[in-house]
């Protein structure tokens, strides 16, 4: 008797529990290992499987609050930054490098990454890493102060000392949040030519140009490109094709789009809102943006409100056109990815403490609850191996 009620309430539960309840003897045990940090003591890892399900996150680095990730062009590495908030004297936020073992990572073993070395970060507030395709620079975006720090990395993937700081100087409208600069982001061109560096306080992304025999970045703001005063650019993305540069403003809850090339002053193609219409609040704001590897669809991430935004892009033009918002189920998206293959969305939700995967339709790029989700600490980046 005992037994089949037992039976029964397991049953139960499952069915009417808002997501599966996570069985790991029943998982497969293959999977798309991928990279989980955030605002907690650790770097995690989990595995995406080919349902939409996640393994649950174990610790494999640490790394005090390890906000952001980026990944070596050739080697096995895995950079981090992790932030000191406040940044207080001795005590920096610091860049890390990570050797992975990639038959420990299938297996999800907590010895997978191995410290390679790390750099402190001059006294600001670190909220993003790129790293140079052709691998000889490592760049951190700092908030607090709006710099960029550049290092320089070695052929083993080491990173040394730092080699430059480029501290932003000018205001945006906002008194509030654009009384001084804000890096949020750096992207790289495909071939490595230039650093693009998204300054939420200057509404303006800045653009460097790498002098690599003199091993220094140097401005170029006559390809500076420049945002609706208040809009707050926070992140930006390339389509496939480096055509077309989008730009996620997060203050005015809008994306930005311009034609790119790199001999010229960019052209500002149209901005639209990341909401639904008739909707605003001002303690809502947007956070990540990317492009589907198909270069059809494009996403943001709006917090607050707690949806992606879709669009699809139109080929020829590049403009786009919104194809819905989907609630994340859970508070404050801070990042999302998208898996290698390009069928799902993993969205961060950092304040539920949770991460949810979403199908993607291969010929709308809507988005699917497949109703798995996990469970990690404040979870602000996610890095997939390819």
């Not at 590495?77 to 936020?93: D, M, N």
Request: net charge negative; aromatic share 8%; glycine share 8%.
């Amino acid at each position: 008797m005992i037994l089949r009620l037992l039976t029964a309430w397991f049953a139960l539960a499952i069915c009417s529990s808002p997501f599966p309840l996570f069985l790991p003897n029943a998982m497969a045990q293959n999977g798309e290992p991928f990279f989980i940090g955030g605002y907690g003591e650790s770097i995690y890892a989990s595995r995406l499987h080919s349902d939409g399900s996640m393994d649950v996150p174990i610790a494999v680095g640490s790394l005090a609050r390890p906000n952001f990730f980026a990944r070596h062009p050739q080697q096995e590495i895995l950079y981090a930054v992790g932030s000191a908030v406040p940044p207080e004297q001795g005590a920096p936020g610091v860049v890390a490098a990570f050797r992975w073992d990639i038959e420990k990572l299938h297996d999800l073993q907590p010895d997978a990454l191995r410290l390679v070395n790390q750099q402190p970060i001059p006294l600001d507030t670190a909220c993003h890493i790129s790293i140079d395709p052709r691998a000889e620079f490592a760049v951190v975006a700092n908030y607090g102060k709006g710099s960029i720090v550049v290092y320089p990395l070695d052929s083993s993937g080491a990173v040394g000392p730092m080699l430059q700081r480029i501290e932003h100087s000018g205001t945006g409208k906002d008194p509030s949040r654009q009384s001084s600069p804000h890096a949020h982001c750096s992207v790289w061109t495909k071939n490595g030519s230039y650093l693009l560096v998204a300054d939420l306080g200057m509404d303006r992304v800045v653009v460097y140009e790498p002098d690599r025999a003199m091993r220094l970045f140097k401005p170029r703001p006559d390809l500076d490109l420049v945002l609706a005063p208040g809009a707050g650019p926070r992140h930006l993305t390339f389509d496939p094709t480096e055509r077309i540069l989008y730009v996620i403003n997060e203050l005015d809850m809008t994306i930005s789009s311009f034609l790119w090339d790199g001999s010229r002053p960019s052209t500002h193609l149209e901005t639209v809102t990341t909401l639904p219409p008739g909707v605003s609040d001002p303690g809502y704001s947007t956070a990540e943006i990317l492009v589907h590897p198909s270069g059809k669809f494009l996403y943001g991430s709006n917090r607050g409100h707690n949806t992606i935004a879709s669009f699809q892009i139109d080929p020829s033009t590049g403009k786009l056109a919104s194809t819905g918002h989907t609630p994340t189920l859970g508070k404050t998206p801070r990042n999302f990815r998208l898996s290698p293959d390009g069928q799902f969305l993993l969205a961060e939700n950092q304040q539920s403490n949770d991460i949810v995967s979403f199908r993607i339709d291969p010929e709308k790029g809507t988005l699917q609850s497949t109703r798995f989700r996990i469970e990690a600490p404040a979870p602000a980046c996610i890095k997939f191996l390819k």
